[in-house]
């Protein structure tokens, strides 16, 4: 959980700066709500509209699967092992396996006299440390796997983590929640995704009062990518609607346009081309149930 104050992202101001999570408004005004839509209401502003533009329809980072960092070990006193010890005696390294795994590997060699005592060497990728027995290693490697000590030097995105492509439950052809050595992708312009890029335009702002007391209408407009050739234009083209390259997408540029001249009023309906109609009222079940 985020709010966990064990975790190592509250020591950065990045992360202390301003508040997460969902909050119910409450009118206190904290500078640290400001910037989250889901705990800082918009204004009561009668005379105001809100048009919301992006791009959708490139795989866009979305979640990571962490874990431990793989573990090998080896003993640290030079020798190797007596006959009629477990199979795959170790001389040098093992090889690298998850911890959980790793553990079992030293107890099986611990329940030998000859080897409970000896010192071992536990390496975590780059990280070696030493200890004088197998039960001090092994007490180690399950104090990581609680999570405890410095958990930002152990923990790295798990990159065995795989789903089966048949598992995709929005069928958008972005492979939608479904993770890649350890990454799962979504739709979105390419760096942010779909639900933060459009969620509340679509329904935040409108199925919870709360988050707009003063009922600003809000339009959403979605573009499709359609990049042009590297060799035409490396920023992708008068249609492109990557993240950053989308403030060359003439029909963004007429739109802006439009809304500076006052005459927006063929914006004033939505165009969604994503599945964001299927999944918006799906999240704002569940803040309901949070408020």
Known sequence: SAEDSNLPLRGYASWTSYERGLHRPDGSGDEKRLANPLASPLPIAPNMKIICMYGVGQPTERAYSYGF?????????????????????????????????????????GHDELNANRTVKIDLRGTTRKFANISEASAFLEELQRGAGDVERWIRINTSRHSDEDEDPWDNNVTDGLYTYGVAKADGDSTVPLVSLGYMCTHGWRDLPEFNPGRIPVYTKEFAHDPSSLV???????????HVEIIGNHEVIMDVLHIAAGNSTHLEQDRIISN??????????????ML
Request: charged share 30%; glycine share 12%; proline share 8%.
């Open 232 to 242: 035409i234009d490396a920023r992708g083209g008068p249609a492109t609607a990557k």
């Open 69 to 109: 960092r793989g573990v090998r070990w080896r003993w640290a006193d030079g020798r190797g092992l007596p006959a009629g010890l477990p199979e795959g005696r170790i001389f040098q390294w093992s090889s690298t396996r998850p911890i959980d795994e790793t553990i079992v590997d030293l107890r099986a060699y």
């Open 276 to 289: 964001l109609t299927r999944i918006g009222p799906i999240i704002t079940e569940r803040i309901r149930a």
